[in-house]
């Protein structure tokens, strides 16, 4: 495998830049072996606590599970912007994010970050793949993250009496019927570009209905990751220590919106879910697993 270090955090917005000046032309192909790491990273207290206000976070020592997710973002990008990378970033799809939180981790502790690509699975509407991070605290593993984009392509016909291809495997993070609601949340128009100058990801579909338009989407979309992260702000208190959440991207939240929040006990944690609150489609399901 090839290892890239960095030095220091990239500008995802540089990134965006390059994305889509170097998406042109790539066709598919192989996965590519190589990993990007970032090592001795300090977290700066005062974006936390930016972070922290933009998902409903309360202010503490410890960082989300979801912060050390922005902090990879950028690692992501420059895999998926490399040369060797057989899919354009714009167009890609994020369908589903499970971290593992090992430990909690200490606003105060230096981290260590790798990220690689890997699993290419067939789709019904494509192919996905896994984008894969990881965070050390010295040699100790601490935190995992698996990003699953979907890129859309025509599926290729199968002869009669051939089974369609399977898509990639994944956890059912709820049950066919959704908890009843818990919570309404209005969610603003402005909290695109809110959570993308906390997060870097300034992907135009979240920014403004113009610049969404241009892209397919009658309205701007609240980020996936910034969704799953208020989630979790609303059920913080009751997270383990060491834990799993599953999600899967369902329907976009079109901004501005009305959202109904769920929530209710599991056998061995608790599922959540986040519906429109009128027609009661869905935006996201998940699921906590203590470890």
């Known amino acids: 495998m090839t290892v ?11 990134l965006y830049a390059k994305a889509v000046l170097g998406g042109f032309g790539r066709k598919g192909g192989n996965l590519p072996d190589l990993e990007i790491v970032l090592n001795g990273h300090q977290i700066d207290r005062a974006h936390l606590a930016d972070y922290n206000r933009v998902c409903g976070f309360a202010l503490r020592d410890t960082v989300p599970s979801t912060y050390l997710h922005i902090l990879t973002f950028p690692l992501q990008m420059v895999l998926m912007t490399d040369a ?10 994020h369908v589903r994010n499970r971290i593992d939180q090992l430990r909690p981790v200490k606003s105060s502790e230096t981290v260590n970050f790798r990220t690689r690509v890997s699993n290419l699975q067939p ?24 990003t699953t984009y979907l890129r859309r392509q025509p599926v290729e016909k199968k002869a009669a009496g051939d089974k369609p291809a399977k898509p990639a495997a994944a956890a059912k993070p ?18 695109g570009r ?15 209905a113009a610049t969404a338009k241009l892209l397919g989407f009658p309205q701007a979309i609240a980020h996936g990751m910034w969704t799953k ?17 599953d999600v899967q991207f369902k329907l976009p939240v079109l901004l501005p919106a009305k959202v109904a929040f769920s929530s209710e006990p ?15 489609k869905p935006h996201v399901s998940g699921v906590v697993t203590a470890l």
């Open 229 to 245: 992260a208020a989630c979790l702000a609303a059920i913080e208190s009751r997270l383990p220590a060491a834990y799993s959440v």
């Open 174 to 191: 709820a049950a066919s019927e959704k908890p009843a609601a818990s919570a309404y949340w209005t969610v603003p128009a402005d909290i």
């Open 4 to 14: 890239r270090e960095l030095n220091s955090l990239p500008n995802a917005l540089g």
């Open 194 to 208: 809110r959570y993308g100058a906390v997060s870097g990801d300034r992907n135009p579909i979240h920014l403004y």
């Open 266 to 280: 599991t056998a061995d944690g608790f599922r959540f879910g986040v519906n429109d609150a009128r027609k009661g």
């Open 123 to 146: 789709h019904d509407k494509g192919i996905t793949f896994d984008l894969i991070s990881e965070a050390y605290v010295g040699n100790e593993k601490v935190w995992v993250d698996y």
């Open 84 to 93: 060797s990378f057989p899919f354009a970033l714009m167009g890609l799809v």
